[in-house]
């Protein structure tokens, strides 16, 4: 029969062994990072876009540019009349600067209060966690938005994908409209649009 001492022992024995083993993995893992040069350098503008109908992005995450694990941001086009579709990020807030056009930003909060702001190049935002909100391109040209996200792996929730993957009868009495009428919403998120003609 074993007794509870020598058991206490094997289990400390076990545990002093496993955190020898740990330190020692810990040892070769930072002398393999020591030995590799990390960049602080990121071509944003030379990353692959991810094109829409309406524009297209291109951005940077955490895996991409691992000395800016905490930061991710990305390079957001938008067509003339084009707009980034209503979202929110349950896990970053968002920072923006605008470098070419007009676009106007709309915010929801928390307790349903919005905010219908315009910018131009050189104006810059700040959309706390969780707020929903959508941008649209209200001038002549083309519109440009650097988006910075204090978390190097942000997520986002889209109308789009909430709306297509949600119970459309739940849907359709909040909006107070037919379930028909939900028939033409994309079975995928839009992410960036146009506006549809009438």
């Known amino acids: 029969m074993i007794s509870r001492r020598t058991a206490l022992g094997a289990l400390a024995l076990a545990s002093s062994g496993a ?3 740990g330190e020692e993995a810990k040892e070769r893992t930072t002398e393999k990072a020591s030995d590799a040069k990390p960049t602080y ?4 503008q030379k990353a692959k876009p991810r094109e829409y109908d309406g524009g297209s992005i291109r951005e940077h995450r955490a895996h991409d540019f691992p000395v800016s694990h905490n930061i991710s ?8 009349g084009a707009f980034r579709e209503p979202h929110w990020h349950p896990n970053s807030d968002e920072w923006a600067y605008i470098l ?4 106007r930003l709309t915010v929801v909060g928390l307790h349903g209060q919005t905010v219908i702001e315009d910018f131009e190049y050189g104006d810059a935002w700040f959309v706390p966690i969780g707020f929903g909100h959508s941008v649209l391109n209200i001038g002549e040209g083309e519109a440009q938005v650097l988006l910075v996200h204090n978390n190097g792996d942000f997520s986002t929730i889209e109308v789009s994908e909430w709306i297509a993957g949600g119970p459309k009868e739940v849907f359709a009495a909040t909006l107070d409209v037919p379930e028909k009428a939900l028939d033409k919403v994309p079975k995928k998120k839009l992410f960036i649009a146009r506006k549809r003609k009438k």
């Open 100 to 103: 070419e056009g007009k676009v």
């Open 73 to 80: 941001a990305g390079v957001v086009r938008l067509e003339v």
């Open 19 to 21: 955190l020898a083993l």
């Open 41 to 44: 350098k990121f071509r944003l």
